[in-house]
């Protein structure tokens, strides 16, 4: 399951252009669906939700305050394939609630 880690690593090539940072972090836990992302400036994990990236909304760290804003017309293409990713996600969520 590898999804999550597709979807930070995309992520985080697009704010790697604008936050200078020497390589990116991904980190690998046990847990499958971990819909987080570290800050690019203090490490902390931040929440990532689906809905503020695909609605565009800036993801700001809670921990150092800073503010990553998603540029959605170069990210178009990523964010199509986000929205096919969150559809499927939420269809397996549905899933799993049904039985
Ligand atoms: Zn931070």
């Known amino acids: 399951m590898s999804l999550w880690s597709?979807?930070?690593?995309?992520?985080?090539?697009?704010?790697?252009?604008?936050?200078?940072?020497?390589?990116?972090?991904?980190?690998?836990t046990p847990a499958s669906y971990d819909p987080g992302l570290n800050c690019p400036q203090c490490k902390f994990k931040m929440r990532l939700s689906m809905g503020a990236l695909l609605g565009g909304k800036p993801i700001v760290c809670p921990a150092c305050g800073l503010s990553l804003t998603v540029d959605r017309e170069r990210s178009k293409g990523c964010l199509n394939e986000l929205k096919k990713v969150n559809d499927a996600i939420q269809k397996v969520e549905e899933a799993k609630r049904l039985r």
């Open 6 to 28: 597709l979807i930070k690593e995309k992520i985080i090539a697009w704010l790697s252009d604008d936050v200078k940072k020497p390589k990116p972090v991904v980190t690998k």
